[in-house]
């Protein structure tokens, strides 16, 4: 056993230098713990009983050396005396134990920590065994040595090491130490101020916590869960994080660190969820919680960026941009020219046209002779066009002009957007002519799209269908808002015979460019197709109707009580 403990503290290496002859010099090694009988007469019977008092006495003295050693002493040292006493054959009592673990607190040293435990596990201090050496907070029902293990655990805590944490779990196991929570919580720990761990790897320790946890029988309570959310977060695990929290009951919501808060509101902007980061802002105000700059700027940029653009209903969508100016007013001085982008970006989508240009106001005092970005004359024109500000919607361009800030596809777009609002498909048509003639700006699925919308606002199937032509000709491949668009203008253009016509052609574009239909929208898609493709009786287009619902994969009859309901 004292040669398992010296190859653990000093390695394979620092054993072979003490002991050039290897194992068969351990009777020379380690005094009264030889392996070897003593040969020889009484008097080297009675030096050998000699030299065990002289080692005994010198144990005794390391070890109360060592107990005593105040808390300013240097970490080394500790570890220095600990190691003499274990070479020496002695057996650290609890105090050694418990003062050489502090030790590894401080340093922080969680591999010497490990090697302690390791120790430990051979060597459990009898002292202790037979009563508490100290009393921790758990209650007396604990086994005797599990406060030492748990100081173990919290050194490599301190030491970012949860990988060794997690080893002194397991020996705790082999030796059958109960484990706590509080030990779950230190391991989560450790990973979360790891820094050169890989994200997957701080992920499995994460699942192996909570894997363990579950083994043990143990109830994670707010203090496992909050370093969770911090650990998964770290661990590039934005989705699961915000999971941790929401698992977390109001009153450990209370509990947990303000911190943490701002963390689950990082998590979900991470999640691109605006409709969270809303909530959670919300929340967090309520209790009176401070959110911190980087938290705020996170949920600024989500709310401005609306994630994938998908709410529950207009009005969540309509009420974020509350939030984004409050989030700005509260970062105050500290706001940057992105932060007043989102902000805008957030009263545009809402239709707050006058509050956006208010705040593009503050920006361009804030840049001084510097140019707003060109996307955030994109988003004060979105805002404008909204409420209908024509002046100031002209205003904006002539800025964008004078300051030499070249239009894009998406300064472009958003003015076609207003003219599919009126139905303004030449104004469209002659926007993406302009397009056409500039440089560097090439219109996208987004363009032909809303081109297509203003002729369908006109009901005009001939100009919508063409666009799709056109837009194949062009290798953009039209989406399902492109083909609904052109299919509703088949189904409003008062001239049958074009709508009919039109259907034709954009029911054969559809199939021969195999166009990649939204699983949720077939059933509308062929609904529309039939309606417009049977709007001229003097057309028999049953075939291509047919060949049309088994290329979107829906029965005639599905079809058939889809038009059915539609007309009811």
């Known amino acids: 056993m004292q040669a398992l403990v010296l190859l653990l503290l000093g390695g394979i290496e620092a054993f072979q230098r003490r002991n050039p002859r290897g194992f068969e010099g351990l009777q020379t090694s380690f005094g009264s713990h030889s392996l070897q009988k003593p040969v020889g007469g009484a008097a080297e019977e009675r030096g050998t009983t000699m030299q065990a008092l002289a080692t005994r006495d010198e144990i005794i003295e390391l070890q109360t050396e060592l107990v005593s050693l105040s808390s300013k002493v240097p970490h080394h040292i500790v570890f220095r005396k600990f190691k003499q006493i274990v070479k020496k054959g002695g057996e650290p009592d609890g105090a050694a134990f418990e003062s050489v673990l502090r030790a590894c607190q401080r340093a922080p040293s969680g591999p010497f920590a490990l090697k302690v435990s390791q120790v430990l596990r051979e060597m459990p201090p009898q002292d202790m065994l037979q009563g508490f050496f100290f009393v921790e907070d758990e209650g007396a029902d604990l086994h005797p040595l599990t406060p030492l293990y748990g100081m173990a655990v919290e050194a490599c805590a301190r030491d970012a090491a949860p990988l060794d944490a997690l080893r002194i779990m397991d020996l705790m196991r082999e030796v059958s130490i109960p484990r706590i929570e509080r030990n779950y919580v230190s391991v989560l720990r450790a990973a979360a101020q790891n820094r050169e761990l890989d994200s997957e790897s701080l992920a499995q320790i994460a699942g192996t916590a909570m894997r363990l946890l579950k083994v043990d029988g143990i109830r994670p309570g707010g203090d496992t869960y909050s370093m969770l959310l911090q650990t998964l977060l770290r661990a590039g695990r934005p989705e699961a994080a915000l999971a941790a929290f929401e698992a977390m009951n109001d009153a450990q919501k209370s509990d947990m660190p303000p911190s943490n808060w701002g963390r689950a509101v990082l998590a979900a902007s991470r999640c691109r969820?605006?409709?969270?980061?809303?909530?959670?802002?919300?929340?967090?105000?309520?209790?009176?919680?401070?959110?911190?700059?980087?938290?705020?700027?996170?949920?600024?940029?989500?709310?401005?960026?609306?994630?994938?653009?998908?709410?529950?209903?207009?009005?969540?969508?309509?009420?974020?941009w509350r939030i984004a100016t409050r989030l700005l007013e509260t970062i105050g001085d500290k706001a940057s020219v992105d932060?007043?982008?989102?902000?805008?970006?957030?009263?545009?989508r809402a239709g707050k046209g006058q509050k956006a240009l208010e705040l593009f106001a503050e920006l361009k005092a804030l840049t001084g002779d510097e140019p707003a970005p060109r996307k955030t004359y994109n988003s004060c024109l979105h805002a404008a066009l909204r409420e209908e500000m024509m002046e100031e919607t002209q205003q904006l361009l002539s800025e964008m002009q004078a300051n030499k800030i070249s239009f894009d596809v998406v300064t472009y777009n958003i003015m076609l957007d207003q003219y599919a609002q009126r139905g303004d498909w030449r104004g469209?048509?002659?926007?993406?002519?302009?397009?056409?003639?500039?440089?560097?700006?090439s219109p996208n699925v987004v363009t032909f799209g809303t081109v297509i919308a203003a002729a369908a606002r006109d009901k005009v199937s001939i100009v919508a269908s063409e666009l799709l032509s056109r837009m194949l000709a062009r290798d953009t491949t039209p989406n399902t808002p492109c083909l609904m668009a052109a299919l509703e203008a088949c189904c409003v253009d008062p001239e049958e015979e074009d709508a009919c016509a039109s259907a034709i052609k954009v029911a054969n574009l559809m199939i021969d460019a195999q166009i990649d239909v939204d699983e949720d929208r077939r059933p509308l898609i062929s609904q529309l197709l039939v309606e417009a493709l049977r709007r001229d009786d003097a057309v028999d287009n049953s075939d291509l109707i047919q060949r049309s619902l088994d290329f979107l994969g829906i029965s005639a009859n599905d079809a058939a009580e889809r038009i059915r309901s539609a007309e009811l």
């Open 273 to 320: 969820n605006p409709e969270k980061v809303h909530e959670l802002v919300e929340e967090a105000w309520g209790r009176g919680i401070r959110l911190s700059v980087p938290d705020m700027k996170a949920a600024l940029r989500c709310l401005g960026q609306d994630g994938d653009g998908r709410f529950r209903s207009d009005v969540v969508s309509m009420r974020h």
């Open 428 to 441: 469209a048509i002659r926007t993406l002519q302009e397009m056409d003639d500039a440089d560097d700006v």
């Open 339 to 348: 932060d007043y982008h989102f902000a805008i970006t957030a009263c545009g």
